[in-house]
């Protein structure tokens, strides 16, 4: 499986992005895709997660502003972000799974894409 994320950039303080993420492959089993971020000196963290039954979770530092959703296309998925802040700035990742577990659990994610940049500018 492979995955390839989009639409990372540069944007003012309460400014928007739209990330996307694409999997391509063998992606017959596929049942989420979630978004995860790293910010420089910082673990991992989840961002939000979707399955293909359209479930939801967010990280709560982002709940009330990101939004994720399933692509037009299968096996893909978008993450609207409004209202962006500085601590948003760090490097997406989007990562998708096979096996079945709670979507917040990282250790059920099992391809993960190479990621994209955001960066929120004061």
């Known amino acids: 499986v492979q995955l390839q994320a989009s639409g990372g950039g540069l944007v003012q303080t309460g400014g928007s992005l739209r990330l996307s993420c694409a999997a391509s492959g063998n992606i017959a089993n596929i049942n989420a895709i979630a978004w995860y971020r790293q910010a420089p000196g910082e673990e991992r963290e989840l961002v939000a997660a979707?399955?293909?039954?359209?479930?939801?979770k967010y990280g709560d530092s982002v709940k009330g502003r990101f939004t994720i959703s399933r692509g037009k296309v299968k096996n893909t998925a978008d993450l609207q972000m409004d209202s962006l802040k500085p601590e948003d700035t760090a490097v997406y990742y989007c990562?998708?799974?096979?096996?079945?577990?709670?979507?917040?659990?990282?250790?059920?994610?099992?391809?993960w894409g190479q990621g994209t940049l955001v960066t929120v500018s004061s």
């Open positions: 979707v399955s293909t039954a359209g479930n939801t």
């Open positions: 990562a998708t799974r096979q096996s079945i577990g709670p979507l917040l659990r990282e250790t059920f994610y099992d391809y």
